[in-house]
């Protein structure tokens, strides 16, 4: 279906109001640089609610009524895995009247106008669209009846919409026909939502929509894609960071069978051949020599991001906190924690197929970003951006990892060269050395306990490189200096959620010559290994158990969060059985976590096999707001849970002599079959409308990991990947 030039005009300001903070400009002159306002900054950011940032909201860009009365919706979020599509479709399926199977949805393109400029991450796309697709289908299933009323000759009131069909009286129509039929089109009031007693899907677990295609294999991926007469490319990628070509000779490569373009533009170093074994093959015939400025050592990262170093920036302050710590060293009890930098080590590499014409281009790629891919390549191809469109495939696995850097701007660029379509793609190593990484952290905690066993005053000090503030930005060097640090994505859950008279945090924000960037869970994971940790360790020294030791301090009642919280603790030790008696063989430690209004919290039972840490079982409750898919939302913790596992005790990223030392899969061990434990996951539903499941669910396995080590050795574990010796 579509509308003509005369359609009405649908309002958006509900829409761009929606969780929105508007700072203004003299505001953040004027304000944001002074301490106070920093803070108040820093605590929007860890509840912050982002808004959709969508240019249309008219129903008839968004759905699509097809010929077989299935209707399409066009996502403009990325289906990385996380399971977003099949939500997307139950909140559709509501207020479009039809059942779940009759909605299919895909990615809507960039030249669709319905790409999301904020891109998809921080467990934001449910959240964020919950009530514009509800709206927007809501106000295209009112378009339909108000095409009816005009055929049919009746009242709008008269006509029910049911199972894709519309009636009134003995008349009866489907969507199709109606769509098919109608040539002029009313856009009505976006109509009164249901309520949720009404629901007929969301609350209740469905199958995921792409679970057939997916187990069948004919889902299709960027590596699935092809155009016409496409060519492959192989790049030619330092392994060295900072590394750049010092003597290059291709002859060999040129004489390869298949090949038929070498490229050297700068340090654009391609092999295009007819197939992609012939690029790979030749492109190792590349005879090649490299500068290496950049010869950091593991002992420099580990020495520049340290607490003390950098720009102090405060993101915390009540009470004395500060000025108790000083002043009581000798009762101060001081810990360190550090996590170690990581790779994201996603199913599918990094992936683009180009096809660059000669005013426009299309570029096919896995990306959590297509509106920042498009920009990027028309900036190198100095193009308009309305000329570039970017289709989205399904997303082998994001993280984080294709939320920034990928190899579709070279794509675009050797496409252009050759004059034909190419497909590029990273081998593992290049996605090992050549991609941006989680950064290392260090941390300080200090606590200073009262005669009850009470915290009376605590700090943390959290070092961090930045992870995406700057690329946010995009080199506005004055916001970046009055913000002072990025407490938005690495300083995410530095601040201490108990309800404690004295606390204070800060973010030492330094700068390190590595490739840093965003993964799941940003500056949330290790401020939660950090924090949760070292209140274990508090628990243990008063002498009292770790949920009642944070029960105690989550007591305010006017704080819906501490609330929330508190309810998650009291069904967590339910759950999973925390005071019946355990073996000596079994350690059991806890953590929670308030991950932008997501409480998620974990109770972990290991035991030392051989030497090793095995986890045993994982008990998980998570308060998500209103719960859309409670099997999604299963999955996902379970997803998360693995991951935590992963990191907390397999996952370590080192650098020797400017260059990441691993390069494959052998040399960076994860989370295997064999250690998946037994798993429990608990739904809260603690408010009315949906909050993040994607990355809040991970925090608490590291530090809970930790705690039952502790509980079951006596020994502290502080710096990840956790290891007995």
């Keep these: 279906m579509s509308t003509d030039t ?59 009524v097809l010929a077989d009365n299935t209707i399409l919706l066009k996502s403009p979020k990325i289906e990385m895995g996380q399971g977003i599509w099949t939500g997307f479709a139950m909140l559709a399926a509501e207020e479009l009247e039809v059942p779940i199977e009759q909605i299919k949805v895909e990615h809507a393109s960039t030249s669709s106008g319905l790409i999301d400029n904020i891109n998809t991450g921080g467990s934001t796309s449910t959240a964020s669209l919950y009530e514009p697709i509800r709206e927007v289908a809501a106000t295209m299933r009112e378009m339909l009846k108000v095409a009816a009323s005009k055929q049919w000759g009746v009242a709008i009131g008269t006509i029910k919409a049911e199972n894709g069909v519309l009636s009134s009286g003995n008349k009866k129509i489907t969507y199709a026909e109606i769509a098919s039929s109608t040539k002029e089109w009313d856009i009505p009031k976006t109509p009164a939502l249901k309520p949720k007693s009404a629901f007929k899907y969301v609350g209740k677990s469905v199958k995921r929509i792409d679970l057939k295609p997916k187990v069948m294999g004919t889902a299709k991926y960027t590596m699935d894609s092809e155009l016409p007469d496409m060519l492959y490319a192989v790049l030619l990628q330092s392994p060295y960071i900072d590394g750049t070509i010092k003597t290059i000779d291709t002859s060999e490569a040129a004489k390869s069978s298949g090949v038929i373009k070498i490229i050297h533009e700068g340090e654009l170093v391609a092999v295009v051949a007819k197939t992609f074994y012939a690029a790979d093959s030749a492109v190792k015939k590349i005879n090649v020599s490299w500068n290496t400025p950049n010869k950091t050592q593991q002992a420099d990262l580990i020495k520049l991001v340290t607490v003390g170093n950098g720009k102090e920036v405060n993101v915390q302050k009540e009470g004395k906190a500060r000025s108790i710590i000083e002043d009581n060293q000798a009762e101060v009890f001081k810990q360190e924690y550090r996590t170690p930098m990581a790779t994201h080590a996603q199913m599918e590499v990094n992936a683009a197929i180009a096809h660059v014409e000669a005013d426009k281009a299309t570029i096919i790629v896995g990306t959590q970003g297509p509106s920042q891919v498009r920009d990027m390549v028309a900036k190198a191809l100095k193009l308009k951006k309305d000329n570039i469109d970017v289709h989205t495939p399904l997303v082998g696995g994001g993280f984080g990892r294709k939320a920034t850097k ?20 990273n ?60 407490f938005i994505s690495a300083g995410h859950g530095a601040s201490i959620m108990y309800n404690v008279p004295n606390k204070a945090t800060s973010v030492w924000n330094t700068d390190v010559p590595v490739p840093i960037s965003i993964w799941r869970a940003v500056g949330m994971f290790p401020n939660t290994f950090a924090i949760e940790s070292f209140i274990n360790e508090l628990a243990k020294k008063v002498g009292k158990d770790p949920i009642t030791f944070r029960t105690d301090m989550l007591h305010d009642k006017e704080d819906k969060i501490a609330q929330r919280s508190k309810k998650v603790l009291e069904t967590l030790a339910e759950k999973s059985a925390w005071k019946n008696q355990k073996t000596e063989s079994v350690g059991r430690g806890i953590a929670i976590a308030n991950d932008r209004k997501t409480i998620a919290a974990a109770a972990i039972e290991i035991e030392i096999l051989e030497d090793k840490i095995k986890v045993k ?47 494959f899969f052998s040399q960076y061990p994860l989370a295997m079959l064999t250690d998946v434990p037994e798993i429990q996951v608990f739904i809260l539903e603690g408010d009315d409308i949906p909050y993040g499941v994607g990355e809040p669910p991970l925090s608490p396995i590291a530090p809970a990991i930790a705690g039952a080590i502790l509980d079951l050795t006596g020994k502290a574990l502080r710096s990840l990947p956790l290891r007995l010796s």
Excluded at 453 to 469: K, V
Excluded at 627 to 650: D, R, T, Y
Aim: proline residues 4%; charged residues 20%.
């Design 6 to 64: 005369n359609k009405k005009a649908f309002s958006r300001r509900k829409f761009l109001q929606r969780g929105a903070i508007v700072l203004g400009g003299s505001v953040v002159a004027s304000y944001l640089g002074c301490s106070p306002m920093r803070r108040f900054t820093a605590q929007k950011a860890e509840n912050m609610d982002l808004p959709a940032s969508i240019s249309s909201f008219q129903p008839d860009f968004w759905f699509e």
């Design 427 to 486: 081998s593992r190593q290049q996605e090992f050395q050549n991609g941006v990484y989680r950064p290392n952290t260090h941390h300080v905690l200090q606590a200073k306990i009262d005669k009850n066993g009470q915290i009376e005053a605590i700090t943390h000090d959290q070092a961090t490189p930045d992870m995406i503030l700057k690329t946010l930005l995009n080199g506005n060097d004055i916001v970046l200096k009055l913000l002072g640090s990025d």
């Design 406 to 425: 990928g190899n579709f701007v070279e794509a675009a660029l050797i496409s252009k060269a050759v004059g034909k379509p190419v497909k590029l793609f």
């Design 617 to 663: 079982k994982v008990t998980h409750v998570m308060d998500v707001g209103q719960s859309i898919n409670p099997e999604g939302i299963k999955q996902q913790v379970e997803s998360a849970i693995m991951m935590g596992i992963s990191a907390a005790l397999h996952e370590e990223l080192t650098v020797k002599d400017g260059q990441i030392e691993q390069g």
